[in-house]
């Protein structure tokens, strides 16, 4: 399998070359060159198998440059029943008549993105080894994307974390998880400033070619493929919970942000899984919603990026959006970089509205969406808890209330599960007026000893603070 860039570069990559990688030389994200299909005796043959093996099969079909044996080890050992709860991994359960919700938050920091950086973990490890190379990985995160990375990476031979975050902006839950963490390869830096400060030091890092090398800085950040294709697997073994046969299709919500994780259920359902629609849910930060509407794409500027109460939905473009445009078009490159580029470049936005294409997200791929507010939120949380006596998270809440907008009779609609509600126990809080249940791991997290160092919202800090622990 060969790799390619959505930009046209003309160069072709294998999978651990991109493994390690961000975007592609000329700024593009990297995709398979086609998306191998799964026939009818494969599926029938996935079906019956348990998580770790359906894994080891789906990423065959995309790494042929880890040796069988090893691929097969390697998803072994990072879907356990002891990482991620049950031996389902991904247990399905029925809400209402044809509703399902699909746990994928059981993992070590309680958030989907655990079922991706889990894999990555074990996958950056075996290949740095590999090379006899080592990595520092950093970053910006403002809960969910920056815990999921360190539980991942701890321990790791080869791997450091620098995981930068806005000093005392996340919720204490969130922090305790990360600083408590006392491995050594961990590096929690709070930058006094906002989240933006952040992630602008870790473009002037990166920006920084010189130190970026000598340093060896990567990233695993959501436009990652393996991330992407880790992610592939959940919507297979989501179809087979919902489904008695594969003859039955199904409906995914996927409550979104960056757009990864939808982008996983339009691959799946380009291997030929029978999804019939991908409901993408977005919160009041609605480029999304906005483009499969209207077929315009349009970036928000900070002034125009809330911050809501499903906070990792809170996105001004949604990074991961670039993969599936490019097969909107027809995987045309050029217009592809007339859109992402020129029009993106300059204009802030794209139009679609009026091209034959647009009418394909719909239609030939599936795709429609919508939009919650706070109140739709709150309301969703408070009737999930009276008539089903089940608690959700924020998000999850968005993804119920935009799911219920597409129910189709007969077919099921599964609800992914994007984190527990303890991760955001003060929106619980004020929808119920009492706290979420807290796993029993998690007992008394806040007391726990700390580790992290605060550091001015200056890149020149960050980079001494790195050179200093890297020996
Ligand atoms: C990251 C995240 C999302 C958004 O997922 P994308 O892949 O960025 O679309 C939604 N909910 C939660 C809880 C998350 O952590």
Redesign the pocket.
């Known amino acids: 399998m060969n790799y390619l860039s959505t930009r046209g570069h003309p160069d072709r990559k294998r999978f651990c070359e991109i493994l390690l990688e961000g975007l592609a030389p000329d700024g593009g994200l990297y995709l398979p060159e086609t998306y191998p299909q799964v026939d009818a005796a494969t599926l029938a043959r996935w079906r019956e198998l348990p998580y770790a093996e359906l894994a080891f099969e789906i990423l065959s079909l995309y790494i042929d440059d880890i040796p069988a044996a090893d691929l097969k080890a390697i998803s072994a050992k990072t879907y356990t029943a002891e990482v991620f709860g049950t031996d389902e991994i991904v247990p399905l359960r029925e809400l209402e008549d044809g509703v399902y919700i699909e746990a994928l938050?059981n993992g070590p920091t309680l958030?989907?993105?655990d079922m991706a950086m889990q894999l990555l973990g074990n996958l950056f490890e075996y290949e740095l080894a590999r090379r006899g190379a080592e990595l520092n990985i950093l970053g910006a995160t403002s809960?969910?994307?920056g815990s999921?990375a360190e539980y991942a990476m701890r321990g790791k031979k080869g791997v450091r974390v620098f995981m930068t975050s806005p000093d005392g902006r996340m919720s204490p839950f969130q922090q305790a998880q990360m600083f408590s963490l006392q491995d050594e390869n961990i590096h929690n830096i709070a930058i006094t400033g906002v989240f933006d400060d952040c992630q602008d030091i870790v473009k002037a890092v990166s920006n920084d070619l010189g130190f970026k090398r000598k340093y060896r800085i990567g990233t695993v950040n959501?436009i990652n493929w393996a991330r992407l294709l880790a992610?592939v697997v959940y919507y297979f073994a989501g179809y087979f919970q919902a489904t008695a046969s594969n003859d039955k299709p199904v409906n995914f919500t996927?409550?979104?942000?960056?757009?990864?994780?939808?982008?996983a259920g339009h691959v799946a359902r380009m291997m030929g899984l029978p999804v019939q629609t991908l409901v993408v849910a977005t919160n009041e930060n609605d480029v999304l919603d906005e483009f499969f509407r209207t077929g315009i794409y349009r970036v928000r500027g900070a002034a125009d990026t809330h911050e809501t109460s499903?906070p990792?939905?809170d996105?001004s473009k949604?990074?991961?959006f670039e993969r599936f445009a490019f097969d909107l078009v027809g995987r045309d490159a050029r217009k592809l970089r007339k859109l992402f580029v020129e029009d993106l470049g300059l204009e802030g936005r794209f139009d679609l509205s009026a091209d034959a294409a647009f009418k394909d997200a719909a239609g030939r791929f599936g795709f429609v969406s919508s939009r919650s507010t706070h109140a739709d939120r709150l309301a969703t949380i408070r009737d999930t808890e009276k008539r089903f006596a089940t608690l959700v998270?924020p998000?999850?809440a968005d993804g119920l209330k935009a799911a219920r907008e597409f129910l189709a009779p007969g077919v099921p609609m599964v609800v992914l599960e994007?984190?527990l509600p303890i991760?955001f126990a003060a929106t619980i809080v004020e929808a119920l007026g009492h706290e979420p249940d807290r796993p029993a791991k998690f007992e008394g997290i806040e007391a726990l000893p700390k580790r992290v160092v605060k550091l001015p919202a200056d890149a020149e800090a960050v980079k001494a603070y790195i050179a200093q622990n890297c020996d």
């Open positions: 938050s958030a989907f993105k809960g969910d994307t999921a959501s992610q996927v409550p979104s942000g960056n757009f990864g994780n939808v982008c499903s990792s939905m996105i949604a990074s991961n998270d998000h999850t994007t984190a991760k």
